[in-house]
C-alpha cells in the first residue's frame, strides 16, 4: 500500500467511545460548577461540550449544526450581557452583574447542548421498536 493512499487507511480505534467518555466527563464538571457557582467555568465547560460535538459533525448534519451554532451565539450574547465593569480602588475590574439572569441562561445553555448530543446520537439511549428485544 502507498504511505500516501490515506482513502484506504482505517483507524484501529473507534473514537466514539472516547468522545462519549470525554462528555461525561464535561457534564460531571458541569454538575460540580453548577453547585458551586462557578458560573464562569460553567459556561466553558458547556463550550467544551459544544466543541466536542461540533467537531465530529457529519456532512450530513452540517445544516442541523449551523442552526445550532447561530443559537449558541445567541447564549452567548446573553452571556456576555450578564457581565460588567465595577469601580475598585485601582480602576475597575470586570464582574458578573446578574447572576441569576447568568445561572438561568447557562441551565438552559447546558439544556440545549445536552440535547444536541442526544440528537447527534451520543447520548441517552433510546429503545428501538422494531428491534428483537427480550426483557
Known amino acids: 500500500m502507498d504511505e500516501h493512499d490515506s482513502k484506504k487507511e482505517t483507524s484501529r480505534y473507534n473514537s466514539g467511545l472516547l468522545e462519549i467518555e470525554r462528555l461525561d466527563e464535561v457534564w460531571r464538571a458541569c454538575r460540580i460548577k453548577s453547585v458551586r457557582d462557578d458560573l464562569s467555568g460553567w459556561d466553558k465547560e458547556i463550550e467544551c461540550a459544544w466543541r466536542e460535538l461540533s467537531a465530529s459533525s457529519s456532512k450530513e448534519k452540517a445544516a442541523y449544526f449551523n442552526k445550532c451554532a447561530l ?65
Do not use: M, P, T
Open 71 to 135: 443559537k449558541i451565539a445567541v447564549f452567548n450574547k446573553h452571556i456576555k450581557e450578564c457581565y460588567g465593569y465595577e469601580k475598585d480602588i485601582g480602576g475597575s475590574k470586570y464582574i458578573i452583574k446578574n447572576r441569576e439572569k447568568l445561572r438561568d441562561i447557562l441551565s438552559k445553555k447546558e439544556q440545549f447542548v445536552r440535547r444536541i448530543q442526544d440528537e447527534s446520537g451520543k447520548g441517552s439511549s433510546y429503545k428501538d421498536e422494531h428491534a428483537n428485544e427480550f426483557d
